[in-house]
């Protein structure tokens, strides 16, 4: 890699019916009664700058759920890093992804639980794309939508994303060296008057990555991936409220073979997870997901089939 050059794929996995990074781990907030919420219940990833004494909100945790994750990894580093957050769910799902075109493409999310996920991924063009999330859910203030605009430079990335509820964020993320990148993110919204700022660093080879995170919500968080072979790879990471004082380490691998791909963590609290993905077909998947939390004798399976590429 030249000097101040970064390289992006133009499909990101994270935005694949098949490696969601917002699908996984909750928030773990408060709604506006002040119970704690369910895992069940809201399902996003937590980043910098969502792991905060905010009013609970899921649009907070679904506008920034992929920011760091997405503009902070390049795709291989990423697809490996998901295994710490595997896409976890229970009972039976349904997923299908149809490509109208090389530049426009829709999938659908169908849950036993009554959610319904939609995604598009539009490219406007050869560097700026158009990206949209909804889940619809017959949980009262939980359905939400969003819609991101990513545009790639030859040495950085930036994107703008809007949410419902006057929700509004932006990132940006800068290669100062062939292994160092450097960026920030801010949102505002509106619905809670609340706003955040958070900023990250990233380093970088051809067999590891490392990202540090730091964000005014209180959030601290590092991770490390480290690729062992072409088929194995292994993934860590640390988050630290300095508000709460959370403390939440994981340890995850990623496990390719010829006709499945296995990934799975295990974290500090004593969660242990696995997710399975089999090739039946071209264009023909069978997942398998399992978590089990033998702490709070909490235990959850599902199956499913994922329909197209």
Known sequence: MAAGKLVFDSESEANTSNGNPYSSLACHGNDSSGDRLNSDHCRAAESGLLKSPLPHSCDLCFVFASTVTVMYLDDQKLSVLLSLKPELFEGMRFDFTKGLNQ???????????????????????????????????????????????????SDYRTQFQLGNGALFGASYIQSVSPHLSLGGEVFWAGQHRKSGIGYAARYNTDKMVATGQVASTGMVALSYVQKVSDKVSLASDFMYNYMSRDVTASFGYDYILRQCRLRGKIDSNGVVAAFLEERFNMGLNFILSAEIDHKKKDYKFGFGLTVGE
């Not at 999330?133 to 545009?151: C, I, K, R, V």
């Open 103 to 153: 530049k426009f493409s829709l999938s659908h999310r169908v849950l036993t639980d009554g959610r319904l996920n939609a995604r598009l991924k539009c490219d406007l063009t050869e560097n700026l794309s158009l990206k949209g999330n909804a889940q619809l859910t017959n949980e009262p203030h939980m359905s939400h939508g969003m819609f991101n605009f990513d545009y790639k430079g």
